[in-house]
């Protein structure tokens, strides 16, 4: 339902292009979704990691890069804002 289903997978926004971190951030993130639907333990609705912000706001601007790169916002502590912050629609549709 997003506007990004046509072009992009879940991979391609969600997890590191490199090697080692593509397959670290899938074994660090398949352990902590099977312990917690195994356990039941998980925040409702789901909350993105710090990390996995990380990666999905360095993936934005490595597809996106070209278009906004003299856009890119520091928030007042000095960190660059998230895009989904103000495009949260554009990955997953209307949000709940």
Excluded: W
Excluded at 19 to 30: D, E, I, P, Q, R
């Amino acid at each position: 339902k997003a506007s990004h289903h046509a072009f992009a997978t879940c991979n391609d926004c969600h997890v590191p292009q490199d090697f080692v971190g593509k397959y670290l951030s899938k074994a660090v993130n398949g352990y902590r979704h099977s312990k917690g639907f195994t356990l039941q333990d998980f925040h409702e609705p789901l909350r993105i990691t710090a990390g996995n912000r990380r990666s999905l706001r360095e993936n934005c601007l490595r597809c996106h890069g070209n278009l906004v790169g003299e856009l890119v916002v520091h928030d007042r502590a000095g960190d660059v804002m998230d895009c989904v912050r103000c495009h949260a629609r554009v990955g997953h549709g209307p949000v709940r």
